[in-house]
């Protein structure tokens, strides 16, 4: 039996939260070999080695990591952070399968933002939706469009350019951009 096999076996069923407090213990016997392993490969990812299996054997849910991900666009300091947090909610949409994709943007997870945020968001969960020929989530059509237009460059000559070429699903939301989900510019 591998050490994944045990690990697997012992955390059947066992959900974790960064809220939830950790009062119980876990003690599994592994080999030297093994331990020095885990030991390796938990330093090559920056965690100790708890974290490590835990990460592992409990991986994060597609929704909680869409929520994680909405929870840094909501508290982005400034422009460069907001564009990284938009970048990775990208990644994230456009790595989602057909069966994680109701799980993980299925519900609201925009409360906590901005108007402009929030209908970045929707724009992009619309768009990846589109893209995957997947249902688009009814929480999207609740995030009213910007009542003035966001265009993604402030140079004048750039808006008629991006009037035409932005994205309809953009476009309607008020948002003018130059790419879409699963695009890099």
Same mark, same amino acid.
């Given at each position: 039996?591998?050490? !994944?096999?045990?690990?697997?076996?012992?955390?059947?069923?066992?959900?974790?939260?960064?809220?939830?407090?950790?009062?119980? @213990?876990? @003690?599994?016997?592994?080999?030297?070999?093994?331990?020095?392993?885990?030991?390796?490969?938990? $330093?090559?990812?920056?965690?100790?080695?708890?974290?490590?299996?835990?990460? &592992?054997?409990?991986?994060?849910?597609?929704?909680? @990591?869409?929520?994680?991900?909405?929870?840094?666009?909501?508290?982005? &300091?400034?422009?460069?952070?907001? &564009?990284?947090?938009?970048?990775?909610? %990208?990644?994230?949409?456009?790595?989602?399968?057909?069966? =994680?994709?109701?799980?993980?943007?299925?519900?609201?997870?925009?409360?906590?933002?901005?108007?402009?945020?929030? %209908?970045?968001?929707?724009?992009?969960?619309?768009?990846?939706?589109? @893209?995957?020929?997947?249902?688009?989530? =009814?929480?999207?059509?609740?995030?009213?469009?910007?009542?003035?237009?966001?265009?993604?460059? $402030?140079?004048?000559?750039?808006?008629?350019?991006?009037?035409? =070429?932005?994205?309809?699903?953009?476009? !309607?939301? %008020?948002?003018?951009?130059?790419?879409?989900?699963?695009? !890099?510019?």
């Amino acid at each position: 039996m591998s050490i !994944r096999d045990v690990l697997t076996a012992a955390c059947r069923g066992l959900r974790l939260s960064g809220a939830v407090a950790k009062t119980s @213990q876990l @003690q599994i016997r592994i080999s030297t070999a093994d331990k020095r392993a885990l030991r390796a490969a938990a $330093q090559q990812a920056g965690l100790d080695l708890s974290s490590y299996v835990l990460a &592992r054997a409990l991986p994060t849910s597609p929704r909680s @990591q869409f929520e994680a991900l909405v929870e840094q666009l909501a508290h982005a &300091r400034d422009e460069s952070e907001r &564009r990284l947090s938009l970048a990775e909610l %990208n990644d994230f949409l456009s790595s989602l399968t057909a069966a =994680e994709w109701e799980p993980a943007v299925g519900a609201s997870a925009g409360s906590i933002l901005t108007p402009f945020a929030a %209908n970045y968001l929707a724009a992009m969960v619309e768009s990846a939706a589109h @893209q995957k020929s997947l249902p688009t989530p =009814e929480w999207t059509t609740q995030v009213p469009a910007l009542a003035r237009p966001w265009f993604a460059s $402030q140079l004048r000559s750039l808006r008629l350019y991006l009037l035409l =070429e932005s994205p309809p699903i953009f476009r !309607r939301r %008020n948002l003018f951009i130059d790419a879409s989900i699963g695009a !890099r510019v």
